[in-house]
């Protein structure tokens, strides 16, 4: 069950302790299996950072939205708890960042030097464990069109239902943009919530395979993401199904997970057991 919103406003500069669940290939019973792997780590929320990735407006899969509208109470609640115990908060919604020109938190981030990543580790790529080909699961309509090469995109901006605090917030859906505001502020450690699982959240500049190819800290709020993933596709399962084989992909290749319950406890806690 979701926990109640955080009440109080927590302390700040008391490490989060967070319990990261990980997949790890093990024996049991003579058996090759994945394990689950959770290991905890304290993060101070000074040196933290939260990505917004791509929460849209608008979308062109009907069930893409549906999915979407709701998750966005408990992504905002989340996002509220950790700006207001220190983190930053970084709105990333890629292809609308010129609407966002001239406004303050986009301003902040472009005011910093560049700072150049470091080469790229090199880093095992495995195949996805379900088709993105044809990914939308609802039947499209007149309000959903397909996107066609050379139309423009639905999504306009990101979605209104997620607060932007100009005074603290930054907008960029650039990686290098990024990597230099988290340089600049100290920021040692990444959650990442949004869309979609098996696509951005995974593949854009700011995203986990690129945050973990530069040495960066990041895991995935698994709860608040969602794949774009069509039944009608392998490994042909549910859409739910489908997710979680995305999520536990993640955790076996890339980065490991945390729930939102999870870090809204430690954000009540202050840091404490």
Avoid at 196 to 209: G, P, V, W
Avoid at 229 to 240: G, K, Q, T
Wanted: aromatic share 6%.
């Amino acid at each position: 069950m979701p926990s109640a919103p955080v009440s109080a406003t927590p302390a700040r500069n008391q490490a989060l302790s967070l319990p990261l669940r990980r997949q790890r290939l093990g024996e049991r019973e003579g058996y090759r299996v994945w394990l689950p792997d959770e290991q905890r780590v304290e993060w101070q929320p000074g040196t933290l950072a939260l990505i917004v990735c791509d929460v849209w407006l608008r979308h062109e899969c009907r069930g893409a939205e549906e999915r979407m509208a709701r998750l966005l109470p408990r992504m905002d609640e989340l996002i509220a708890a950790l700006r207001d115990a220190g983190a930053l908060i970084a709105h990333a919604p890629s292809g609308t960042i010129p609407v966002y020109e001239g406004q303050p938190a986009r301003e902040r981030v472009l005011a910093v030097p560049a700072v150049e990543p470091p080469p790229d580790l090199a880093h095992d790529d495995p195949p996805l464990p379900v088709d993105s080909a044809d990914a939308c699961d609802t039947v499209p309509d007149h309000d959903h069109p397909k996107h066609e090469k050379g139309m423009p995109y639905p999504h306009t901006r990101q979605h209104d239902a997620i607060a932007i605090d100009q005074e603290r917030d930054v907008i960029s859906a650039d990686g290098r943009e990024l990597y230099s505001y988290f340089r600049h502020r100290g920021i040692a450690h990444v959650l990442e919530l949004g869309v979609h699982t098996n696509m951005c959240i995974l593949n854009r500049t700011f995203s986990i395979k690129q945050m973990v190819r530069w040495g960066v800290e990041i895991a995935l709020v698994r709860d608040l993401t969602d794949a774009m993933y069509n039944p009608a596709r392998p490994p042909y399962v549910s859409h739910e199904e489908g997710t979680r084989l995305v999520v536990e992909y993640i955790e076996k290749f890339w980065c490991p997970t945390v729930t939102s319950d999870q870090v809204l406890a430690a954000v009540r806690r202050g840091g404490g057991a």
